[in-house]
């Protein structure tokens, strides 16, 4: 019989599928999330074989659970959560089989240190430790990590420089847990206060020495960095085509990248179309350059940012395409964001406030003008919504709202497919009143097809990030700093590989099954809309699923092939 680690709301859970009764999966849902946090918070030592022995058992053990339940019960609402579920399971386990293989393959680099290992393990439970002894080991461990910074020419050296960078990430694991442990026991501990200051910063300076040492080991110097100074981990094909699979996406990277062209080149014939009503004849670059000249001068573009989202949603209540809540119309707000993170987001982030994007008296000239220029009202026009109503302030809005446990499950697909869906739709609708605001809409619907091209190409190893800068300067328009910023955020920030293509695609997806439930008579374009924000962020396929009341099996896998017209299929 499998084991099964249960609380007692899973016992009644499971008595009540046996009685036939159809309830929800958020309390399963929510235990695993419950279980998953209190396990990270626990076993911080991420670059061990324990963290990964017991990831590997919490994954397991609520697959064990799930292959228990009797999937057939179960309402048409619960198997969703029941296959949105295994799908998340078993991409966490992939992706933590793939970064165990990559820990084994490095983690020779701190087999010495076990005695500090376990030191950080009683320090968990606050055990009470000799100072002395404490003082002699770190003394010791300063005199072997030494010993492996100068002879570190003796180790072969690393094929590229990501194995390079996994060893010193465990050699940082090891530091910063080491860190946090000497501070539970410093100015608390007397004897150890006493005995352990001054070897313990020399410990951790030789520890950083080796760290910076290995991380710089490898073949090749001029593979991490093009000259563009922005560093990032390409995933290659394998890990995109899983990632991929579990985002129920059956399409390959370069199906993908072939439909981010497509999409590309629409927008330039219409860039055209709207640079000939403005004067500029097909030059649509000149065109998009006089756009950006029309920037409101500083202290103006918080009342540019109001009336804006004034207007989208007037548009949206006037044409009845979407029910906006009333408090979610008063409670979207405003905030300006730092020079520092304009340099990672040069334009809007979204939400619950709306962080806007404008020069301050502190950025040199040509950084001002890039930002005046960037955020020009046409430019705008296309993102306040998409940050705000019906984008991301009302997704978060209604999220917090309606099935909140499916937040295990989000996905970007899901989240910012939805709100570039709203740049087709009031596009298609006719929000954009003159071509100068064509010019914004299409300016950054090229852009969304632009990071497809660039965000593969990269992790395909086609590009590497001083091209993909290039590629937005020269094709899709962008100020070069603002594409440097663009870049950056797409490879050195936090997000998912696929995060960058999830807005283009997962705006075909939202406009497919638009076609298909609303032009085909089975709802209302209002009704559609509204069906869409009551079921949190889920892949848009399985959303499909439930907006047309499907049954699907336990072993549901991706089959939609939403956007073979733009294939040529």
Not at 258 to 283: H, T, V, Y
Request: with cysteine.
């Amino acid at each position: 019989m499998k084991r099964i680690i249960l609380s007692l709301c899973f016992a009644c859970f499971l008595a009540s599928l046996v009685k036939g009764q159809d309830f929800s999966m958020y309390e399963p849902v929510s235990s695993f999330r419950a279980d998953l946090g209190t396990l990270q918070r626990k076993y911080t030592l991420r670059e061990t074989p324990e963290y990964f022995e017991r990831m590997r058992k919490l994954y397991n053990d609520w697959l064990s659970y799930l292959d228990g339940v009797n999937y057939n019960a179960l309402g048409n609402d619960a198997k969703v959560d029941y296959i949105l579920f295994v799908n998340h399971l078993e991409k966490q386990l992939f992706f933590l089989d793939n970064s165990e293989q990559e820990y084994t393959s490095v983690a020779f680099v701190t087999d010495f240190a076990g005695d500090l290992y376990q030191f950080i393990r009683d320090r968990r439970r606050g055990m009470y430790i000799d100072g002395a002894k404490k003082a002699a080991l770190f003394h010791d461990m300063t005199v072997k990590f030494t010993e492996a910074a100068d002879n570190i020419d003796n180790v072969s050296e690393f094929d590229t420089w990501l194995i390079a960078d996994r060893a010193a990430s465990v050699v940082n694991d090891l530091r910063s847990n080491l860190n946090e442990a000497y501070r539970f026991y410093y100015g608390y501990h007397p004897e150890f206060t006493w005995w352990a200051a001054e070897p313990f910063e020399e410990l951790i300076s030789e520890i950083e020495r080796y760290q910076d040492l290995l991380s710089e080991h490898f073949r090749d110097p001029g593979s991490r960095d093009d000259g563009s100074g922005i560093i990032g981990r390409p995933e290659g094909a394998r890990a995109i085509s899983k990632r991929l699979e579990y985002e129920f996406i059956p399409y390959t990277a370069e199906e993908l990248i072939e439909i981010g062209w497509q999409q590309f080149n629409w927008c330039r014939e219409e860039m055209k179309e709207a640079s000939r009503e403005m004067g500029f004849g097909d030059d649509w670059r000149e065109a998009l350059e006089y756009v950006k000249d029309q920037y409101v001068e500083p202290g103006r573009q918080p009342e540019v940012i109001n009336r804006l989202a004034e207007e989208a949603i007037a548009f949206i209540d006037d044409n009845d395409m979407l029910t906006v809540p009333e408090l979610a119309k008063e409670t979207w707000r405003m905030e300006m964001m730092s020079p520092e993170m304009q340099l990672v987001n040069p334009f809007f982030l979204g939400g619950e406030a709306i962080r806007i994007s404008y020069p301050t008296h502190t950025m040199p000239h040509d950084a001002k003008m890039m930002s005046l220029r960037g955020n020009n009202p046409h430019f705008c026009m296309a993102t306040v919504h998409h940050e705000l109503i019906a984008g991301h302030h009302l997704q978060g809005f209604m999220n917090q709202r309606n099935k909140p446990y499916r937040r295990a499950f989000s996905t970007p697909f899901w989240g910012e497919g939805w709100a570039l869906y709203w740049e087709f739709l009031l596009y298609e609708k006719g929000l954009p009143p003159t071509p100068e605001d064509r010019m914004g809409f299409l300016f950054w619907r090229k852009h969304r097809a632009a990071r497809i091209v660039f965000s593969l190409s990269f992790h395909l190893e086609q590009m590497t990030p001083q091209e993909c800068i290039d590629f937005l300067v020269d094709e899709v328009g962008h100020e070069r700093a603002n594409a440097e910023a663009e870049v950056r955020r797409s490879f050195m920030g936090r997000y998912d590989p696929l995060y960058q293509l999830a807005y283009m695609i997962g705006g075909i997806q939202f406009q497919a099954l638009r076609e298909e439930l609303v032009e085909e008579g089975n709802m209302t374009l209002k009704e559609f809309n509204d069906a869409v924000l009551e079921q949190n962020s889920i892949p848009v396929e399985i959303l499909r699923a439930v907006l047309k009341n499907e049954s699907l099996p336990a072993d549901y896998s991706t089959r939609w092939r939403f956007a073979d017209d733009y294939l040529g299929n």
